[in-house]
Every structure is written in structure tokens, then in C-alpha cells.
């Protein structure tokens, strides 16, 4: 495993794109697995660099195989914004049905302690449960082009503006017990991409905007959509705290 500072310093720096040479911002990805949400930071505008202590041969853009937590403050300052996605086990409601919440790790508290003392815009995301601080929810219904609910929560240092919460529709079934079974496609319909699963990975992937993962990896991705969506925002928080921050007083004569 290399350190990270190391492999890091072989990427270019930040370059001008875009028209009027914008600045393009990175972003540091932790516990990004195989990069749903990376992909929609990088269709904002953000050259993204993931790091998970898992090999994660998907993920499609840099990255470096680390624990997120040890992570130097020099390392973590050589970015614009942080997203982490610790894992969200011990939160979720199958974990409470199973009562086995404590098998898994909790670290939404250190690792929003890091991400504060950097002093950078960051997101924090998790499952419905988990204890983020004044979060928004995104869903699918959000999102035109995405067939799957997948609630997501989003805790951020930064306003984000929460577009309208779609009633939730029947999604495709294989339960013959259903009463829409047999009335829906899961190349049409909304679909649930889950460890049990309605649907066939090609619709899974379709419904998501996800097109190079594996099944076990679209379980858990964040759609791409979602943190476009909050990506684009930080973008203009960043480049107003930018402006504000670049603002001189004049001399008075």
C-alpha cells in the first residue's frame, strides 16, 4: 500500500478549464468504494480523488488505497472539499432487525471531528437512521432519469437546496403476491437495487445512471445524480468564499 502523500504527488495540479480558464476544484472522496458518488462530484466540475481501505478496482477516477482516518492534515489540505461515506452497517434498519448493529464500525463521530479541523466545505453521507447532523434527504423521485428511491442522507458545513420529494411509485416486483406484479418492467419502472433485488443488473444500472458497476457494488452506490446535484452547489459556495475572501478594502485617500 503506498502513502498516500506519495501517489498523491504524482497527479498534475489543479488546471484552468472551461471557458474564462475556471479553476477546477478537487475533491477528496473517503470510503469511496467503487465511486457512485465521485462520478457526480466529477460531472460538477471536480477532479475527484478516492480513498477506501479496500482495493476498489471500478472506481474510475484516481485513487488510493488508505485508511480515511489516517490521513495526514497536509494531505487532506491539498483539497478544496472532502465527501466521506463512512459505512452505514451499523445504522442501517436491517442491522436493528437483525440486532447486530454493533458488529459494525461506527464512525460518522470521527470522522466529522476530521473533516471539521480541516476547516474545508465537507459532506457527510448515510442511511436514513444515522446520526448526521441537520441532514438533507435526497431520493430518486428527485431526479428525472432515475428510477430508484434510495434514501440518502447528506450532512454539509454549506447551504444545500433540496428539490421537491416525489410521491414514491410502485416499484417493479418478482413477489407474485403483489398486487402489481406482472404490471410493471424493470427496464421502465422504478426498480429496487438491493441485496435481494427486483430486477436484473442491466435495469439496476439503468435506474441509477451507473453503468460500470457490479451488483454488489450498485447495492450500496450513491446515484450519481444526488451528488451532482449537492456538487454544483458547492462549486458556487466555494467560488463565492473565494470571491469573499480574495475582496481587498480599498485605501481612503
Known sequence: MRHPAALFETSPNPTPSGKGGD??????????????AAKGYQDAGFEVVGVDIDPQPNFPYRFIQSDALSLSSEFLGRFDAIHAS???????????????????PRLIDPVRDMLIKTGLPYIIENVEGAPLQNPVILCGTMFPGLRVLRHRL???????????????PKVHTFDKRKSHYGKTNDMVDFVQV??????????????MGISWMKKSELNEAIPPAYTKYIGMQLKAHIVQTTATHDVKPKKIA
Not at 479553476?23 to 457512485?36: M, N, P, S
Not at 447528506?154 to 414514491?168: A, L, Q, Y
Request: proline share 6%; glycine share 10%.
Open 23 to 36: 479553476k477546477k476544484y478537487k475533491l477528496l472522496d473517503l470510503f469511496c468504494c467503487a465511486g457512485g
Open 86 to 104: 463512512p459505512p452505514c452497517q451499523a445504522y442501517s434498519d436491517l442491522a436493528k432487525r437483525n440486532r447486530n448493529a454493533d458488529a459494525w
Open 154 to 168: 447528506f450532512e454539509t458545513n454549506f447551504s444545500v437546496i433540496v428539490p421537491p420529494h416525489g410521491r414514491h
Open 194 to 207: 438491493t441485496g435481494g433485488g427486483n430486477c436484473t443488473i442491466m435495469a439496476a444500472r439503468e435506474a
